[in-house]
């Protein structure tokens, strides 16, 4: 059971380039969530979606798309790449979002240096 | 606003001395919070949930609506313990699942 699924791992960007972070889930999870997290700041909502098809705009959304064109697949995409970006970058899921099922589950990360 | 805030960057400890990692919020209505986990090397992951009044690896968390506050405790705290530990808040715009982060305590068990 793979759980939330990201690639890659480790990527270094120079200034203006683009790149998309790969997410997968194979726990049929309806809700999924890309986070960055900066040192010392958390972790702050980039997007979301609570669903195939619908997607919608987190804490800090500027310079990122996203697309939910399956259940499963929930891709984050870097269009002109800015040194402010340098980030871990985490991509989580849930089942659902209220009651006992609402436990987000995380991927392992990606570290994005730009450069 | 919703907001979540965690005091300490940095919290170090001895072995088996107590652990409190305090973490306060700002909610209109009631709130749903949580603490999860990230130890060296692995991906971050729920402890607790204060809905649940669960006990997990020795760690309890009381909701005190009083004072806006979720602290994390720990009578007794073990090496094992060491790691990145982070606040949550569901946020209440929408059933959306959208959690809010405090910034983060690092707790650090000496030997």
């Known amino acids: 059971n793979a759980g939330v699924t990201q690639t890659p791992k480790f990527r270094i960007l120079k200034i203006g380039q683009s790149m998309t972070l790969q997410c997968t889930q194979d726990?049929?999870?309806?809700?999924m969530y890309w986070y960055r997290q900066d040192p010392g700041m958390g972790l702050k909502l980039i997007y979301y979606s609570v669903g195939a098809g619908i997607t919608d705009k987190g804490e800090v959304p500027n310079g990122y798309n996203v697309s939910r064109s399956t259940t499963e697949d929930f891709p984050l995409r870097l269009e002109l790449a800015a040194p402010s970006q340098t980030s871990v970058y985490f991509c989580?899921?849930?089942?659902?979002?209220?009651?006992?099922?609402?436990?987000?589950?995380f991927g392992a990360g990606t570290r994005l240096s730009v450069l | 606003a919703q907001r979540v805030t965690q005091p300490e960057k940095l919290l170090s400890v001895f072995k088996g001395a107590p652990v409190e990692l305090k973490c306060n919020y700002s909610?209109?209505?009631?709130?749903?919070l949580f603490w999860y986990v990230q130890y060296s090397r692995q991906r971050l992951q729920l402890l607790l949930r204060?809905?649940s009044r669960e006990s997990i690896k020795g760690f309890t968390a009381d909701l005190n609506k009083g004072e806006t506050s979720f602290h994390l405790k720990k009578p007794f705290a073990q090496e094992e313990d060491s790691a990145m530990y982070y606040c949550?808040?569901?946020?209440?715009?929408?059933?959306?699942?959208?959690?809010?982060f405090g910034q983060g305590t690092t707790l650090q068990v000496k030997p």
């Open positions: 204060h809905i």
């Open positions: 989580a899921s849930s089942y659902s979002a209220s009651g006992g099922d609402n436990i987000q589950y």
């Open positions: 949550a808040l569901k946020s209440g715009s929408g059933n959306t699942g959208k959690l809010i």
């Open positions: 909610y209109s209505g009631s709130p749903e």
């Open positions: 726990m049929n999870h309806n809700y």
